[in-house]
């Protein structure tokens, strides 16, 4: 999937329904602190409250026509996305439905320009070598002893429906209550730190302890999160902090680590 940022619009190549909690959650936080959101977002998460407050409607339901178009636009065709019920419409582009509400587009903040390669179109004459510092360079070592480990995958396919379903009871509680809301990486989480504690033998590591090959069992789960963050100098990197403990945790205890060690992260 790939998008652009680009005034208060969102150009897309795809449909993003289903990352629409991506957008909720970097919404939330915008309304608490603009700050706290890369600034790429802003007009996005702009443009989403509007769109939040007027109310999207499906394709056909009042005949207005998105933002920005001019009143001899054509409307999208509806031969590129063939559904059988009425489809939302965000901006021009229709996205499908996965849940009981519209679905949003899902801006991606767009890739930062290479600085360096806009000085001169001309392609370089030599190899650029850049030695890798700090956080790439450890996250560079642990990838390659990864390659020393012994791996086998196993792959399931599973209903997501109830998945959906109980974000949105969860998520219509928390309104009521404490506010914000779940998005489905919370529940996936949730699942990985409870299916661990059931399965034990699947929380095992390998590891030479004395020049012996050995399996480990922690005992305790600690989980992993990747988070995506802008560098100074615009690009990008991935932090994966880890909830330490986290089979120890309720649920709302849970939520609030994983909030905390995103904000911490962030900051």
């Not at 009871?169 to 404490?178: D, E, F, G, L, Y």
């Not at 661990?196 to 922690?218: C, H, M, R, W």
Request: charged share 20%; glycine share 6%.
């Amino acid at each position: 999937m790939s998008s652009q940022v680009t005034g208060v619009g969102v150009s897309n190549e795809s449909e993003f329904g289903a990352n629409e909690w991506l957008v909720e959650e970097l919404y939330e936080q915008f309304r608490q602190d603009r700050n706290s959101v890369d600034k790429a977002w802003w007009p996005v998460l702009e443009a989403y409250h509007s769109a939040t407050e007027n109310g999207a409607k499906p394709s056909g339901e009042n005949g207005a026509k998105p933002a920005g178009e001019n009143a001899a636009a054509k409307p999208a065709s509806n031969d590129a996305h063939p559904v059988t019920a009425p489809t939302p419409v965000i901006g021009s582009q229709p996205v499908a439905r996965t849940t009981a509400r519209p679905a949003s587009a899902q801006p991606i903040p767009a890739q930062a320009p290479d600085t360096a390669r806009a000085a001169s179109d001309a392609p370089p004459s030599e190899d650029t070598v850049t030695v890798l510092k700090g956080m790439p360079k450890t996250l560079a070592a642990n990838m390659d002893e990864s390659l020393t480990v012994p791996t086998a995958t196993s792959v399931r396919t599973v209903p997501a429906k109830l998945m959906i379903d109980n974000r949105i009871v969860i998520n219509n509680h928390m309104a009521r209550t404490r506010g914000g809301k779940v998005s489905f990486t919370h529940l996936i989480g949730w699942a990985i730190i409870r299916a661990l504690t059931e399965f034990p033998s699947q929380n095992v590591f390998y590891a030479e302890i004395d020049g012996k090959p050995s399996v480990v069992a922690p005992a305790h789960v600690n989980l992993g999160i990747a988070i995506d963050l802008p560098k100074p100098d615009g690009t990008r990197a991935l932090l994966v902090p880890s909830i330490k403990h986290a089979d120890t945790l309720t649920f709302a205890e849970y939520l609030s680590a994983y909030e905390d060690l995103v904000s911490r992260a962030r900051k």
